[in-house]
Nanobody, 120 residues
Framework: QVQLVESGGGLVQPGGSLRLSCVAS????????MSWYRQAPGKERELVAAITRGDGTRNYGDFVKGRFTISRDNTKSTVYLQMDSLKPEDTAVYYCNARVQYISRLIDYWGQGTQVTVSS
């Protein structure tokens, strides 16, 4: 049974930082690409950051502009999102995503989400 459990969200002032964590279980973590998405009220879910399974190649949404860093620790089955210089427009629910390859199919799994609110 695949589980993705996010933590680290909360209320932070503009310009502040947060570190999100996602602990994974139920699949071979080191073999799966991992991503963070976010969804603000009334908006579609969008990609924040992704990291490959191998050399850890990273991709970011255009809006990140060097403010966020995605990383993974395969020994802990955990993916992180370090968010710095947060802006009010970063307010959203942040979701962890795992793309798991099985023999005949590829399945996307999602965590329950963690709320990030940037406000003074």
């Amino acid at each position: 049974q695949v589980q993705l459990v996010e933590s680290g969200g909360g209320l932070v002032q503009p310009g502040g930082s947060l570190r999100l964590s996602c602990v994974a279980s139920g699949f071979t973590f080191s073999s799966s690409p991992m991503s963070w998405y976010r969804q603000a009220p009334g908006k579609e879910r969008e990609l924040v950051a992704a990291i490959t399974r191998g050399d850890g190649t990273r991709n970011y949404g255009d809006f990140v502009k060097g403010r966020f860093t995605i990383s993974r620790d395969n020994t802990k089955s955990t993916v992180y999102l370090q968010m710095d210089s947060l802006k009010p427009e970063d307010t959203a629910v942040y979701y962890c995503n795992a793309r798991v390859q099985y023999i005949s199919r590829l399945i996307d799994y999602w965590g329950q989400g963690t709320q990030v609110t940037v406000s003074s």
